[in-house]
């Protein structure tokens, strides 16, 4: 409500100058200059009354800005009689601060779409009914019917047999995605196809959309340092104006050119370039999936030197795939993978999920199995097809066949095998790893181009893996075994050399990304602790949305400085002219007014950045704990 009074009241005061000047014109058209000069004079006061409570208000808050010079202005004309001049400069003032709040709006648009579209109620499954619950009422575990057209109000998991949700408002993904039964499902994504029902896993309050919202709305309270740079210009700026303008009266005896010189100083491009840019950039970012949580974020986002890498779940897909099928009796791969998976649909174990996925995948018709005994961590027993079959580690099924230890295949480091029995007998092994994500050398190198000159990984695994995993990757140096504590060592100590950048999606890798000058988490699948540490969140499980992150940051960085520069650059131009008595007060008020909307429109520009290099989707998910060979 009082963002909407501001707004009316800054509409409020347009209209007023407004039609203060255009009615004075005509009555000064109309031979009646005396009566024009009273009602500019009129149409200038609650501009200049409502700009003198703002500096009041700013000084009593300790800053000192621009809008003294527009005060100086104003007041200067109408004690010398040039009223014309004075209700120029108020249109152009109210008309300034009119077009920053249309600008800022319309840069916050895809941000403003996403609370927009906060979902109040749910429909619930109670009793054999349905019924609508408030979004605080949902607990995990209860079931809930998403309808056509619905958006997913909490984070759950789908509990019918498919899904059609789109998730561009999110990830900025154009192509909706298809989810199986059993599949995580974010809230904030809209179901695109038929109804279907949603196991929910967390509480609203605790769900990635709530999260998102809560970033959102943090990053548009926030102040970037080059916005608080352009405050400590400003001081400089308002001496500058003042001795040009005191020199000019000085030297000439002409108060008028002084005044002249205070018309053309209003320094709305100061005021307006660098806000409306950033916000620009962040609005632009957040539409690729790249929530930046402030300008202030943004800003240091373009100045980064060097970019600290997690492993499991940034570098890599974090979930095991299939690398190759071993075969010991003769069986086809596909139907040793059938088997496989069969069993392990009964099992949580991440690698068995992963074993289902890839059978899936293959579009393997899995029969359910009977008789099944888990013992977590090992593996799983049971019949399918009438076949006894034994799934887990390669000692686990060795011991309940009586098949020699050892006499297995021999994986990279860091892979993990899978061995499945049928009858008693050995049928085979699934070779599995955590696959490097696709494009990762590209991304890596364009953000080389963007001027990461130190690329490095920090992870906790061992120093085999990480040294195979990244061994055609050119990283400037692999740090392996860290824990948390040391992953803040590393990044403590390369900062002070350059600004840094870490990024990680799992719960120890919070601590870094807060010591980190950016922190940036694979929010899609990551560790909520991750996200909450980190100053940017990758909504979409894409790395490659790094590289064009840091395009839209310094690209909107660029674009607020260039329009700062212009700005100021054309308006002591002015003042200089208007000094040496080639601008009227009138003619300087014009002329600043071009200026403000050229300044204005080319930090807009921002809203249309447009970063290379957009990948293929890219997948992720938890490791499972069993022993690599």
Known sequence: MQQTTSDRLKTALLLVSVGGLLSGLALYFNGRSDIASIVWFVGVVPVLAALVIEIIRS???????LDIVAALSMTAALVFGETLAAAVVAVMYSGGT????????????????????????????????????????????????????????VDGTVASDDAFVDTSALTGESLPARLARGADAMSGATNAGEPFDLTATRLAEDSTYAGIVRLVEEAQRAKAPMARLADRWSLGFLVVTVTIAFAAWWFTGDPIRAVAVL???????????????????????AHFGILIKGAGALETMARIGTLILDKTGTLTVGRPQIVSIDSRDGRAGNDILRLAAAMDQVSQHPVAQAVVAAAKARELALPLPSEVTEIPGEGVTGHVEGHKV??????????????????HPTGAAGSVLVAIAVDGKMAGHLVMADPLRDGTGTML??????????????????????????????????????????????????????????????VNDAPALAAADVGVAMGARGAAASAEAADV????????????????????????????????????????????????????????????????????????IEPSGMGAPQGTSPDRKQAPV
């Open 59 to 65: 000084l009593w808050q300790g800053e000192v800005g």
């Open 98 to 153: 009119f077009l920053e709040s249309f600008a800022e709006g319309r840069a916050r648009r895809e941000m403003r779409d996403l609370l927009s579209r906060v979902p109040r109620t749910a429909t619930r499954y109670n009793n054999g009914g349905l019924e609508e619950v408030a979004l605080d009422a949902i607990r995990p575990g209860d079931l809930l019917l998403i309808r056509q057209g619905d958006v997913v109000p």
């Open 263 to 285: 018309v053309v100083a209003t320094p709305c491009p100061l005021i307006l370039a660098v806000p409306v840019a950033l916000v620009a950039g962040l609005s632009r970012a």
């Open 390 to 407: 034994i799934v887990g580690g390669a000692d686990f099924v060795a011991q309940r066949i009586g098949h020699p230890a050892g006499d």
């Open 445 to 506: 190198a364009r953000l080389r181009r963007e001027g990461i000159t130190r690329i490095l990984l920090a992870t906790g695994d061992r120093a085999a893996v990480a040294e195979r995993i990244t061994k055609d990757l050119g990283l400037d140096r692999v740090h392996a075994g860290l824990t948390p504590d040391m992953k803040v060592q590393l990044v403590l100590a390369e900062r002070k050399s350059r600004p840094v950048m870490m990024v990680g999606d799992g």
């Open 537 to 608: 969140v990758l909504l979409v499980d894409r790395v490659d949305r790094l590289a064009q992150g840091i395009e839209i940051a310094r690209r909107a960085r660029r674009i607020a400085v260039q329009s700062v520069v212009a700005g100021i650059g054309l308006s002591v131009a002015g003042m200089i002219a208007a000094a040496f008595g080639y601008l009227t007060p009138v003619q300087g008020a014009l002329l600043q007014e071009v200026i403000d909307v050229a300044v204005i429109l080319n930090a807009l520009r921002a809203l249309w």
